[in-house]
């Protein structure tokens, strides 16, 4: 009996042992002979003998201007490239987004390369690129332009060498990207096709991000009725209670473990009342609540409002909190172990990319993907520093290493 009984055992381990393996690990595409192949050793060459065009080209877009909501010079440009390239329908959809689709053979997955078009600098119209030795310099020539240069001589590139695929590839560079993802969430929500990976380009080489980070925190605004120092006593103080409810939401316990449920917040700003003499009216403070989880996410919030009531009660005062219930975090089950991220890992291994950093809290154009089921990840470009700064720089050389990992990627998965 006791042998049946070990027996059973046995098998029913390695049964859930086979079931777990096959739900863990889908296979990764890439193969070195990929990289090795005559097809892209031509691709490659294309690359480097354009190499001073690519680089003149990266400041020509670099230099005009695209904040969020003004991307149409760009876009105008990117289209025409697109056009010009040869790709099979181009067009400029009516959200703004540059969409340039290079249909397969036959029966391919639908796959979105994305590239952000816009840039977060309201207002500054005149951007000059200075070029010093390894580095180009200027307000968003590494965030998102030197993606959408990747994207042009990646498609060029595979044109030049007559690439042929049974995927449908739509290439496309967004708008409103640094605004909530915006523009790539209105082409998904207005697309009549399914989409069966996304591949977002917006990080430092060596970033591979696969799920979806949301944001959620807002703002508590505690009120009183005032009142001169002298008439105090008694009187319910607003700044008191933020006092006391920031005290206990640091108490709120959240996640650091796994990766994929990571949940941190912070209070960045307090304020309150106006004179010295006299009791706060008004006092508020802001909350940032980020989680890769949005079930962690609600239940944060949850406990940071029902803390901010009862102080409220306590203390005798009105509360106002506003938080925001649109964070939408997300992650798409066995992601990280799936076939486009491991081929994206196995890629970015082959190439000798420094500092690996494989993450399910991506906040990147990837995001809009995610959120609607699309397996998508978000990978770098080149590396970049001071994002989002005047002073934003980016490597020219790791910007053909960015482009040679797009080039494995469309290769490998075909
Ligand atoms: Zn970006």
Not at 233 to 248: E, F, H, S, T
Not at 348 to 362: Q, Y
Request: charged share 25%.
């Amino acid at each position: 009996m006791k042998k049946i009984i070990t027996l059973l055992v046995f098998v029913a381990f390695i049964f859930l042992a086979a079931i777990s393996s096959t739900q863990q690990s889908e296979k990764s595409l890439f193969k070195p002979e990929i990289a090795s192949s005559p097809l892209a050793q031509k691709i490659f060459s294309f690359i480097e003998k354009n190499r001073e065009a690519i680089i003149e080209e990266w400041i020509y877009l670099t230099e005009i201007p695209a904040p969020s909501g003004h991307e149409e010079k760009r876009a105008k440009y990117i289209e025409e490239q697109f056009e010009a390239a040869g790709l099979d329908e181009t067009y400029i959809d009516e959200f703004g987004n540059v969409v340039g689709i290079w249909k397969g053979t036959n029966q391919g997955k639908n796959i979105i390369f994305a590239a952000h078009m816009d840039t977060v600098f309201q207002g500054v119209w005149e951007i000059k690129v200075t070029r010093e030795e390894n580095l180009l310099k200027a307000p968003g020539v590494g965030d998102d332009t030197s993606s959408c240069i990747n994207l042009l001589w990646s498609i060029r590139a595979l044109k030049d060498a007559g690439f042929k695929h049974a995927n449908n590839y739509y290439f496309l560079a967004t708008v409103g990207e640094e605004i909530g993802f915006r523009g790539l969430r209105l082409f998904l929500d207005d697309s009549k096709e399914k989409f069966d990976m996304l591949i977002a380009l917006d990080a430092n080489l060596g970033s591979l991000s696969y799920g979806a980070l949301g944001f959620g925190g807002g703002r508590v605004v505690f009120r009183g009725p005032g009142a001169h120092t002298m008439n105090s006593r008694g009187v319910p103080n607003p700044n008191l209670a933020v006092a006391k409810a920031i005290d206990r939401i640091y108490n709120i316990s959240v996640p650091a473990e796994p990766p994929e449920k990571y949940t941190i917040y912070n209070v960045g700003m307090i304020g309150g009342g106006k004179v010295n003499n006299a009791v706060s009216q008004e006092s508020f403070f802001s909350i940032d609540l980020r989680s890769g989880d949005q079930a962690e996410l609600a239940k944060a919030a949850r406990q940071i409002e029902e803390i901010c009531r009862q102080v409220a009660d306590e203390m005798e005062v009105e509360v106002e909190i506003s938080l925001n219930k649109n964070a939408r975090a997300r992650q798409l089950p066995g992601a990280r172990h799936s076939t486009l991220v491991r081929t994206a890992e196995d890629i970015l291994k082959f190439l000798k990319v420094k500092d690996l950093e494989i993450d399910p809290l991506g906040s990147t154009d990837a995001n809009a993907g995610i959120e609607r089921g699309i397996p998508s990840i978000n990978l770098g470009r080149t590396y970049c520093r001071y994002n989002h700064s005047l002073r934003e720089e980016a490597e020219i050389e790791g910007l053909f290493v960015g482009m040679k990992q797009d080039i494995l990627m469309i290769l490998s998965l075909n």
